[in-house]
C-alpha cells in the first residue's frame, strides 16, 4: 500500500487556475492516477502518469487544460488546471498503481488519497 496525502484544493472562479499535489510514500513509485466524483456521479478518470513520467493520458473533457506531471525525488504527483470550468467542481482523488505504466482504469489503482475539494464558481 502506498499513503497518498493531496493538497491545493479550494475555490475558484470559472477560467482560473489550480494546482493540485499528491505526496506519496509506502512503496516504489509507480504509475499515478486522478480521478474526481461530483456530487450524484460516479468517480471518473481525469489524467494518469507512468512510472518514468514519459507517458500521460487524459479524459477528453479536460485535454488541453490539464496537465499531469511528477517528481520522483520528492515522490509526488501534480495536476495543473487551468481555464476551469463549473463543471469540474468535484473532489478530486489522487491514485497510486502497482503497475509502472499508464492507466486510465479504477481498477487498475490500489491506493487511494483522502480526496480535496475542487470548486469552480461561474
Known amino acids: 500500500q502506498v499513503q497518498l496525502v493531496e493538497s491545493g484544493g479550494g475555490l475558484v472562479q470559472a477560467g482560473g487556475s489550480l494546482r493540485l499535489s499528491c505526496a506519496a510514500s509506502?512503496?516504489?513509485?509507480?504509475?499515478m492516477g486522478w480521478f474526481r466524483q461530483a456530487p450524484g456521479k460516479e468517480r471518473e478518470f481525469v489524467a494518469t502518469?507512468?512510472?518514468?513520467?514519459?507517458?500521460?493520458d487524459y479524459a477528453d473533457s479536460v485535454k488541453g487544460r490539464f496537465t499531469i506531471s511528477r517528481d520522483n525525488a520528492k515522490n509526488t504527483v501534480y495536476l495543473q488546471m487551468n481555464s476551469l470550468k463549473p463543471e469540474d467542481t468535484a473532489v478530486y482523488y489522487c491514485?497510486?498503481?502497482?503497475?509502472?505504466?499508464?492507466?486510465?482504469?479504477?481498477?487498475?489503482?490500489?491506493?487511494w488519497g483522502q480526496g480535496t475539494q475542487v470548486t469552480v464558481s461561474s
Open positions: 509506502g512503496r516504489t513509485f509507480n504509475a
Open positions: 491514485a497510486a498503481s502497482r503497475l509502472p505504466t499508464a492507466q486510465r482504469l479504477a481498477v487498475k489503482y490500489d491506493s
Open positions: 502518469i507512468s512510472r518514468s513520467g514519459g507517458t500521460t
